[in-house]
């Protein structure tokens, strides 16, 4: 492989899509650069086309003069450079599964994602979900539970974290920032995931962002990032 990799990310504090695409070309163990666009700036839409070859969004995966705009095709193009099982399962049912919960990822859970974006700078201990939040919550359950007594965890496919706990650790992270209810299945999958070492790599970083608790002018700026406290085990 002799075209550079580039990984196109946004702030690590804020961006949940980043994250999984940090964390999928991280477990394919190939060295990449990264260049980080700053959401917040004045004229980041500009600096995100050009740093992204036209697609403006993050992440984008740039190899030599190509780019890859999407996180499930970085997702793939991360098992193609990588020995079986590092991103996907061996077992192809399990790998047709994990796939299958990614996209649901991909696609899905819009209220829990819209009502509680992701937040590595603070916790809202106060926050009431509202009843679409809620009904996310319990499909989310529904869906990834039985996966979880199937294998025995504490990843979606056992001891190995791979590209279906990927697409799910911003899940996690906002259900830790929001303080939000579920079972302890679920629960369990959450600290397991935030505890992994990549994942407390990024949010480590993520704390050392110049700004983050600066005042917010987002959707947490209505009242819950002035009551919120420092984001923490």
Same mark, same amino acid.
């Given at each position: 492989?002799?075209?550079?990799?580039?990984?196109?990310?946004?702030?690590?504090?804020?961006?949940?899509?980043?994250?999984?695409?940090?964390?999928?070309?991280?477990?394919?163990?190939?060295?990449?650069?990264?260049?980080?666009?700053?959401?917040?700036?004045?004229?980041?839409?500009?600096?995100?086309?050009?740093?992204?070859?036209?697609?403006?969004?993050?992440?984008?995966?740039?190899?030599?003069?190509?780019?890859?705009?999407?996180?499930?095709?970085?997702?793939?193009? /991360?098992?193609?450079?990588?020995?079986?099982?590092?991103?996907?399962?061996?077992?192809?049912?399990?790998?047709?599964?994990?796939?299958?919960? /990614?996209?649901?990822?991909?696609?899905?859970?819009?209220?829990?994602?819209?009502?509680?974006?992701?937040?590595?700078?603070?916790?809202?201990?106060?926050?009431?979900?509202?009843?679409?939040?809620?009904?996310?919550?319990? /499909?989310?359950?529904?869906?990834?539970?039985?996966?979880?007594?199937?294998?025995?965890?504490?990843?979606?496919?056992?001891?190995?974290?791979?590209?279906?706990?990927?697409?799910?650790?911003?899940?996690?992270?906002?259900?830790?920032?929001?303080?939000?209810?579920?079972?302890?299945?679920?629960?369990?999958?959450?600290?397991?995931?935030?505890?992994?070492?990549?994942?407390?790599?990024?949010?480590?970083?993520?704390?050392?962002?110049?700004?983050?608790?600066?005042?917010?002018?987002?959707?947490?700026?209505?009242?819950?990032?002035?009551?919120?406290?420092?984001?923490?085990?």
């Amino acid at each position: 492989m002799s075209d550079p990799l580039t990984l196109v990310l946004g702030n690590r504090t804020y961006s949940s899509w980043s994250l999984r695409g940090w964390l999928l070309m991280k477990l394919a163990g190939h060295p990449f650069e990264e260049e980080m666009i700053w959401l917040d700036d004045p004229g980041y839409k500009e600096k995100m086309q050009a740093a992204t070859l036209g697609f403006g969004t993050v992440p984008t995966l740039r190899i030599g003069e190509r780019a890859i705009g999407d996180s499930m095709a970085i997702a793939e193009y /991360a098992a193609e450079i990588s020995a079986p099982g590092q991103i996907w399962p061996v077992d192809a049912q399990d790998r047709a599964e994990a796939r299958m919960l /990614a996209a649901k990822m991909h696609a899905g859970f819009q209220s829990l994602r819209a009502q509680c974006p992701m937040n590595l700078s603070n916790v809202f201990d106060g926050y009431e979900p509202n009843p679409d939040v809620l009904a996310d919550l319990s /499909a989310l359950e529904g869906l990834l539970c039985p996966v979880l007594e199937r294998t025995g965890g504490p990843f979606l496919y056992g001891e190995a974290f791979g590209a279906a706990d990927a697409f799910y650790a911003p899940v996690a992270a906002r259900i830790r920032t929001f303080r939000l209810p579920v079972n302890d299945s679920l629960s369990n999958y959450v600290n397991a995931v935030l505890a992994h070492p990549l994942v407390w790599e990024w949010t480590q970083a993520a704390a050392q962002e110049p700004g983050v608790a600066r005042e917010r002018t987002d959707r947490l700026a209505h009242g819950w990032f002035e009551q919120g406290t420092r984001y923490a085990d």
